[in-house]
């Protein structure tokens, strides 16, 4: 369809309209040079006034000629093309399966091998523990017995050596006598075989070269569009991602942004062992919200209790993120921790208040006499508290039970306590500690584990092997610890920057599971199945499936 440059002022013509725009009932017989589009002989002195003109069949040789070229080109070179690459892609599908179908196989040769090869491995390891069980059951059967059988004759000569002092003659208290001389011995006690067991704790450089090596060449996105610029009037453009402008939430202004999106450049070749790649988690949902996150407790149902610090806002959203309730708090809220037992909900505030969420409203159970900065319900019904300097434990009515002590150094074991998260296998405590001077620390945030009498047992700060790298740590980069959660099996789940990491119960770095382009992770919490929330500072909310080991 014709379009005029004046396409502002001047109304379109549909396709196969005879008739002129301006001037209804007026034959289109005329082609305007400037324009470039049909004009009536009206238009001459009228909207075309002064543009050069020429009779509409005389361009139309030339055009013919045009619509002649575009075809015997697009028949002879671009269809044929086209052709060619269809059947290309149809021979690199059926590779593609094939490729990836042997590949699966071998993957499952290997691993049953290793199978049986472990529980080859395992059966003679048992049968090795039961052959030695039986005989050190031999040998200490036969002690035993030689004991009874000691333990009788010593009877009995206690009993003869009386009845000879009661009644015997001169010459029976001489042969008692001497018969006592010489006492049947004791019987030596056997030396029975040993074992001992010492499990692998962290199995995955074996793993690695027993399964073999994993190399992958990922297409990117510069590759897949190459194909597409061979193609005639096809173009490469890439559309920029749109901006979305946020809504102004309570307490802090949002400003535009642009949610940045992970691309591919090229083609890298990239290799890995084979356990790495399922390590990745993967994303079941992502959604963004309707209000900024700062702490998550997903429910027992499927939904997720959320609050935004220094709001007096709770939310419970679904796991599309829909809101289903809100509770109104009447003062500004620091964090929320449900309980594992009873599934109840627990907020503490900047009045100072410990307040549990009672048929939709929240009741006061205890006040705090510093303020709280964050708080965590155990297993024992225990409610622990971070204040500044230290955490305590108290009953949910309110009595204290404990509190964190200094360190050697004389400085506090935590600072400045953020985030509080209990391990549900070791009962272990961690504390995301962010290290504040004026909190009488150092300004070096790290993850202090404890036990359950709050006696540090490892501190995590950050430290990352050149094999877990992601680009946003770069070596020994600072850790900025917004929230920890353990998982079902103990794994410590970290939210570090816009990366999330898992740790081992001895805050040992295990792998980083998630990376975020740009934005911060700013809470995580973990429901019943072990599915991750992570809620990151652009409202974005990602529930993330991984592999605990």
Known sequence: MATSKYKAQIPFRTKGQTTCTHHRRRQLDHYCEECQVPVCIKCVSTVHK???LCDLSEITPQTKQDIQSFIDKTEKVDLVQIDQYITSTDEQLKDNASIFDKLSKQVKIQTNKLIEDLDLLAAQTLSLYKQMEEDNTKLLQTYKQDLEMYNTQLKQQVKECKITLQRGSDIHIYDTGHDIQSTVTLPVEPTTGTASFTPNQNPQGSLEQAMGEVNTLGQGQSQALKGQDRLVGSSAEQRPYPTQQRSESKGRKHSTKQRSKRRSKGTQQVSSPLYALFYEAVILEEW?????????????DGQVWTSFRNSDILTLLDRNGTVVQVVQHNTRITDISLSPTANALWVCDKGNNITELVAGRLVQRFSTKEEPECLCITASNHVIVGMSEHISKFTTKGKLVRTSLTAGTGKPLVCTPYRISECPVTHNVTVADWDNRHDGGEGKPHVVIMDIDFKKLYVYGGEVQHTHQSASQSEGGPLNPFGVVYDSVGNLVIADNNSILITSYRGELLRIIHTHDSFCTQA?????????????????VKLLQYISV
């Open 524 to 540: 995580v919490g973990v429901d019943k199945e072990d599915v991750l929330w992570a809620a990151s500072e652009d409202e974005g």
């Open 288 to 300: 963004e919200s309707q209000c900024y996150i700062t702490s998550v407790c997903p429910t027992t």
């Open 50 to 52: 002064s543009h050069p």
